[in-house]
Every structure is written in structure tokens, then in C-alpha cells.
């Protein structure tokens, strides 16, 4: 299985609104291209590590003023999955615990890490924002077996952003494309050569399934999708898809008024035959809207807000009925 990973000050009256929509179709991804829209709500997740300032490891989404949702993986220390997982720490095999490089990274440690929104040049962003908390599901299971994954996150920053419109959220329509963006690696051949891409890539995948060969082997659960690999922009006889660094980051749909909604939070992919490390497969993606999910993200952000949280399409957080399923609208 390969994992692609790699607050404080909340007004008391502060009204987080948090659009949910019932929903097109991104590549530093394998096989894609640059990235062709503006996307301002995409974060890259930076540390200090190697000598770089800006190394990249995770990506996010803008979700609230507030708020990003990622993957819980990214944050984890003893990292779960092998190789499996797409958090990216810059080493060869994705380990982050090689002693000859220094001690290890605390992942689960905010005060390490920055998060870039607004430019596909992630050494300049047009707002950057220091992590105050990392909440993960309290679905969180480490990958180990079992129905619910709950790869899932949220990162509140510093202060909130005002200057980007956050991202929606809606459950994925496996009948269209799905737009994968993210910074991570063009090959699995770059693995431990030296940081990630410095721009913002995209990439189509024809949709999603409920499973496939990849994605039982990436040992899906309930509580997330598959997306398929796509066709590399390139050359149509090659693959194209998710690779290290891409995890945490976003696959978008387009929603019935044009903008962008979040369908899943991109986890893993299966290891190859000999275990080695895979990317630009069928991919597995937490499902934001899986009810647990939907009711943990609502109720998290509503409680370091110290306010209720309006969704749209929904009613307000922790109403019954909060975490009905959503169905995506044909697009205008």
C-alpha cells in the first residue's frame, strides 16, 4: 500500500460557513500538465527539512477561513502503510525515521509547519499561514484493518484568510471526471532525489468506482472512494494519477455553479508485485461526506469556533439529520 503524504484566537461569534454542494475534473502528479486554473484554495504543507525552508510534504484544502482538510497519515508519527502512503519526507522507500539524517520529524507537532495558499508556485503563495492546531478523525485508525480508515484532518491555522474563497465540499459523482491537482512527484523514479515540484500540476481521471484491483489492494474502506488512474496528457499509451507528495491534496468536481467542490482527500495506492512503491495508480481518496466524517468536520470546526456552523444544503451542526448523504447536481 502506498501512501502519498507526504489555534487559537477564534472569535467567540464567528460564523464559519462551509459549503456543501451535491457536485468536471489535476498533475506533479504523474503524466500531467501545469496546472491550467487558479486553484488559490490548494495548500502546500512546508517545513524546515533537508536545508529547505519550503520543503513540501502534504497538500491541503481550504475548507473555512479557518480551516484545511487533509489527510490524518500526514501527521502521524510511526507512519502507517509502508510505502503505501504519498506523504513525502524526501527519502528514498518514504521512511522519515533515517537516523543518519537527524532525528526524526514530529509530525503531530503544529508549531513545525506553514501552510501556502493562492499560487501554483508554492515558494509564493499569496497567503501563507502557521498551523495552531492538527485535529485528526477521531475515525483515525493508523490503516490498520478494518472497515473505516478515517484519513482525515484538519489543520486551523494562525489567523484566518480572507482573500480565497474556501473550497465546497459534495459527495463524488462516479460518473464524471475528476480533477486531481498537487505538487507531488512526476515519477516514482524521483523518489529520494531531492524535494517536489515547485508548481502546481493537474491531471483528469476518468472517475471513480467503489473499488478495483488498486484499491483492494490499497485495502480500501467504507468511508472512501476509488478514483482511477487516467491517461497521460503526454503519450495516451501511459498512466497518469497521484505519487508522493500528493497525498493530503484535493480531487475536485465541478458543482452546478461553476466552482470547484472537494470529493476526497487523496490517501494511497497499492504497492507493486515485490512491494516496491507505485504511484499513478487507481487511488484511494477519503470521502469527506461519509457521515462520520461529515459530523466530525462540522462539529470540530463549531466547537474552535465557539459557534454554530451553517452548511449549505444542511441543516446547521449537530442537528439530527446534519450527515445525510448529498447528490451531486448535473452541472450548468
Known sequence: MTMWRKVGGLAAALLVAVTLAFAGPANAIVGGIPATEEYAFAGSVQLEHKGDPRWHSCGVTLITAWHALGSAHCHTN???????TFRYDGHEGNRSDVAAEGPPIDWENPALFRVVFGSHDRHHGTEERRVARISKSPLWNKLKPGAVKGDLLLLTFDRL?????PAGLAMVDPRRPVREIGWGLHSVDDLGKGPVPRYLHEADAPGAVPTSRDCRGAEIGVDEICVLKGRDVNDRRKRSGYCFGDSGAGALQRGWDGWWYLVGTVSRGPDGPHGEPRCATDAVLS???FPGHTTWILGAIAQQAGASVRVAGLPETGAPGA??????????
Not at 450527515?323 to 450548468?332: M, N, S
Open 78 to 84: 510511526d507512519e502507517p502503510g509502508g510505502s503505501k
Open 287 to 289: 470521502n469527506p461526506m
Open 323 to 332: 450527515t445525510h448523504p448529498a447528490v451531486l447536481p448535473d452541472a450548468a
Open 161 to 165: 484568510i480572507t482573500t480565497i474563497r
